[in-house]
């Protein structure tokens, strides 16, 4: 398993990893008609800094969720794709994350864990998706005891949220939602589930980051905690000082299959709106725009004429995707959607993802010095695709520095071809050479890039690409933007001249 653990179903599958799986906190969300929880927690802790009114107020709401699988579905060599997306994001940044050896379950079926939390009097509950995936039975238990049959309403793997329903008779205990953007690092948060399945546990800490990109979908923006969470935790609530909910415990990295007080939940402003798409629709379709996308650093904004950093940077454009029949090219920066502004590649991808397939929807890009306006029909997302998906660090060639132009530039002969396997129909001039002591090493400008263009000026040979930088600097750009090509993928690097 990996360090980071989606808390697994059963309380017996713990390692070194992220845990992701019925063992962990789930999380629960209110719709406009769920009760809200009692107001007069009013964020304000009694004598001594206790929690025990908020606690009071949302216990009842928490529930432990208990589900019946193949035992194929819990061996440590099936691992959710969730655990295999927190994998790679350690493993990128350089951190090697041991593999549990498969091994045969001894009986046919086995028993899993975890939370939830009811958002409605009627009895619906959230969770987190991999909580309840492939499970033959689910039950509830609620605080009081009392266990009852639940109804899979809905699931969304992408978000790692599931809806679920239970028949209790009368009307039961409900939490509120909260505000997640409202928080604030070092902001006080309580976590509450059934860690290990030893009874509804509550633990406290803070805030401890946002915007937590893990890599395992459009919804990444995950909240990081110090409060202790288990397994058995995965989709119990996040709460604040008001006793709203603001997360869903979702995940937790680990050396040793226990909680060292860095967690991460899905903030309730995201779960917010996917819960309500699945009571609705029991399912969600989200938007394919069919783009590779790279942030806007000031040496890009630079480059192409914007005043401020901002939007996100079209590396490339899928062939018969919904970007290329809009007229998206590579070079433009969308800086919103229907409106919405996009700050980052991530705001891009979330809003394309928070999109219906076949709606029309509008982009503002930034091309060629201007604000251009584009209509674009959302496509339906499949398997395996990304909304909009930010290129890794290696692929855009950036690092730490700033960029200059310190190469050395050589035409694409046929033996510089059949020495590079590059296709003939690639033009454009590689990088001979690259000085140590320039910024384009320091940007990851490497010999053997193909630049294809040079501030959306397409080059074919190393006479067009110094006579396209020549020109930037004549027009006062401070930086060029060259069109990268390496190992069959394009990328753009902003190169300042300051720098050079």
């Given at each position: ?66 589900t ?50 009811i ?50 008779g ?44 893990l ?27 008001d ?10 990295y ?13 903030p309730s ?48 454009v ?65 398997d ?37 396997d ?14 140590p ?20 000026r ?23 933007l ?9 990328t ?9």
């Open positions: 398993m990996s360090h980071i653990l989606r808390q697994h179903r059963t309380a017996a599958l713990v390692g070194a990893a992220i845990i992701a799986g019925a063992a962990c906190l789930p999380f629960a969300i209110n719709s406009s008609t769920a009760l809200a929880a009692p107001s007069d927690t009013g964020g304000i802790l009694a004598a001594g800094g206790s929690f025990a009114a908020i606690v009071e107020a949302d216990k009842p709401a928490v529930v432990t969720i208990t019946t699988m193949r035992t194929t579905d819990v061996s440590a060599d099936q691992q959710s794709p969730m655990d295999e997306q927190f994998r790679q994001f350690f493993e990128d940044q350089g951190i090697p994350l041991p593999r549990q050896a498969p091994h045969n379950q001894p009986s046919q079926h086995a028993m899993a864990l975890g939370s939830g939390f958002i409605s009097p009627d009895g619906v509950i959230v969770t987190n998706n991999h909580v309840i995936d492939n499970a033959l039975d689910i039950k509830v238990t609620l605080d009081d005891g009392a266990e009852l049959p639940a109804k899979l309403i809905g699931t969304d793997p992408k978000s790692d949220v599931a809806v679920l329903k239970i028949a209790a009368k009307p039961v205990q409900t939490i509120a939602w909260g505000d997640s953007d409202r928080l604030k690092l070092g902001d006080q948060i309580l976590a509450i589930g059934n860690p290990f399945g030893i009874g509804t546990t509550v633990t406290a800490g803070i805030v401890s980051a946002r915007g937590r990109d890599h395992s979908g459009p919804y990444d923006d995950f909240i990081q905690i110090d409060a202790p969470i288990n397994h058995g935790n995965s989709g119990g609530p996040l709460v604040d000082r006793g709203k909910v603001v997360g869903i415990n979702t995940a937790i680990s050396p040793n299959g226990g909680s060292v007080g860095v967690g991460f939940a899905i402003d995201e779960a917010k709106a996917v819960v309500a798409k699945l009571e609705k629709n029991g399912s969600i379709d989200h938007g394919y725009l069919g783009v590779q996308i790279q942030p806007v650093t000031k040496d890009v904004a630079d480059a192409v004429g914007l005043d401020k950093t901002g939007g996100a940077l079209v590396a490339a899928s062939a018969d995707t919904p970007a290329a029949e809009a007229g998206l090219k590579p070079g433009d920066i969308v800086t919103s959607v229907g409106g919405e502004a996009v700050k980052t590649p991530k705001d891009l991808s979330r809003l394309v993802a928070d999109l219906s397939p076949g709606t029309r929807e509008s982009l503002v890009v930034w091309r060629d010095g201007k604000t251009i306006d584009l209509n674009v029909t959302v496509g339906a997302n499949a395996g695709q990304k909304q909009a998906a930010a290129t890794s660090p290696e692929a855009q060639g950036q690092a730490s520095g700033q960029p200059s132009l310190g190469i050395g530039l050589a035409d694409l002969t046929p033996e510089v071809r059949q020495q590079l590059l296709p003939r129909s690639l033009s454009g001039a590689v990088v001979a050479s690259v000085k002591d320039k910024s384009a090493a320091a940007a990851g400008i490497q010999s053997g890039d193909v630049i294809v263009s040079v501030n959306d397409p080059v074919h040979n190393a006479r067009d690409v110094k006579a396209a930088i020549a020109d930037a600097g004549k027009a006062g750009r401070k930086s060029v060259l069109l990268v090509e390496r190992d069959g993928h394009k753009f690097i902003a190169v300042p001249f300051a720098a050079a």
